[in-house]
């Protein structure tokens, strides 16, 4: 049977967390209907999420691979080896190789401080901001301008074995019970890479998944837009429709 670890810890509050919606513009076009940037990428590793609770580092890699794949159109995608992948969890996660008890996860708003500051493997973001996780037409403008969403989810025990393979759906007696009430399985985190309103897409344990917007609703408590130079340079959508200027000066007042 195939192993699937989770890993993601509760993030602290922080009140100076910055909104994405507070910097869009007025005149921003809307999203196509059905936007995806995932399924030309060829493969998806595991990223140790099979042996580590490292589900947050994984998906920092993952959407290092898609911002690399369609900055280059695949020639120069960079797949984070498992050692790089290892060091992050150390670093942000406390964890010690060879010592299990010190396997314990990380949670996302520290994982996006320090990869902003001292990046991962080399690969340093801009900065980032909150989306919020109710708002489908803000989902997809995020995944539409910045190619992915880096998300949390407390999954429910229903979630370990879908009706449908490789889709996370709310069970029919609702996000309640020892079933289906959220976190009875544990945190996760993933990258959305695909939206629509009604599905989303997304990549976890080497291989891509769904989600249905209403699990996303019940389910989802963080959600970041990550601004990365590698896919604002490579796809220009960014820049024109989106305060990329205030963002980072804002950021740069507390940090």
Same mark, same amino acid.
């Given at each position: 049977?195939?192993?699937?670890?989770?890993?993601?810890?509760?993030?602290?509050?922080?009140?100076?967390?910055?909104?994405?919606?507070?910097?869009?513009?007025?005149?921003?076009?809307?999203?196509?209907?059905?936007?995806?940037?995932?399924?030309?990428?060829?493969?998806?590793?595991?990223?140790?999420?099979?042996?580590?609770? %490292?589900?947050?580092?994984?998906?920092?890699?993952?959407?290092?691979?898609?911002?690399?794949?369609?900055?280059?159109?695949?020639?120069?995608?960079?797949?984070?080896? %498992?050692?790089?992948?290892?060091?992050?969890?150390?670093?942000?996660?406390? =964890?010690?190789?060879?010592?299990?008890?010190?396997?314990?996860?990380?949670?996302?708003?520290?994982?996006?401080?320090? #990869?902003?500051?001292?990046?991962?493997?080399?690969?340093?973001?801009?900065?980032?901001?909150?989306?919020?996780?109710?708002?489908?037409?803000?989902?997809?403008?995020?995944? #539409?301008?910045?190619?992915?969403?880096?998300?949390?989810?407390?999954?429910?025990?229903?979630?370990?074995?879908?009706?449908?393979?490789?889709?996370?759906?709310?069970?029919?007696?609702?996000?309640?019970?020892?079933?289906?009430?959220?976190?009875?399985?544990?945190?996760?985190?993933?990258?959305?890479?695909?939206?629509?309103?009604?599905?989303?897409?997304?990549?976890?344990?080497?291989?891509? #998944?769904?989600?249905?917007?209403?699990?996303?609703?019940?389910?989802? %408590?963080?959600? =970041?837009?990550?601004?990365?130079?590698?896919?604002?340079?490579?796809?220009?959508?960014?820049?024109?429709?989106? %305060?990329?200027?205030?963002?980072?000066?804002?950021?740069?007042?507390?940090?």
């Amino acid at each position: 049977m195939e192993l699937k670890r989770l890993g993601r810890r509760q993030s602290a509050q922080d009140s100076r967390t910055l909104l994405f919606a507070n910097y869009l513009k007025k005149a921003l076009p809307a999203p196509p209907p059905t936007e995806s940037f995932i399924d030309k990428v060829p493969s998806w590793p595991m990223m140790l999420n099979d042996r580590l609770g %490292d589900c947050v580092v994984a998906a920092m890699g993952h959407m290092i691979q898609q911002w690399t794949f369609f900055a280059s159109t695949g020639s120069n995608m960079v797949v984070l080896p %498992d050692s790089a992948i290892e060091k992050g969890y150390e670093d942000i996660g406390g =964890y010690v190789p060879g010592l299990p008890w010190t396997d314990n996860g990380c949670d996302m708003l520290t994982a996006l401080r320090y #990869w902003r500051k001292h990046g991962l493997a080399g690969h340093k973001i801009l900065g980032f901001a909150k989306v919020d996780p109710t708002n489908i037409a803000e989902v997809q403008q995020a995944i #539409w301008m910045f190619g992915n969403l880096f998300c949390g989810v407390w999954l429910p025990v229903y979630s370990q074995n879908p009706i449908e393979p490789n889709k996370w759906t709310v069970p029919p007696t609702g996000p309640v019970g020892p079933q289906g009430a959220p976190g009875t399985w544990g945190g996760h985190c993933v990258p959305l890479m695909g939206a629509s309103p009604y599905i989303q897409k997304l990549v976890t344990w080497g291989q891509t #998944w769904k989600m249905t917007s209403n699990f996303r609703t019940a389910y989802c %408590d963080e959600l =970041y837009v990550v601004l990365s130079n590698e896919w604002i340079s490579s796809l220009g959508v960014s820049p024109s429709n989106f %305060d990329l200027a205030t963002l980072k000066a804002d950021i740069a007042q507390f940090n």
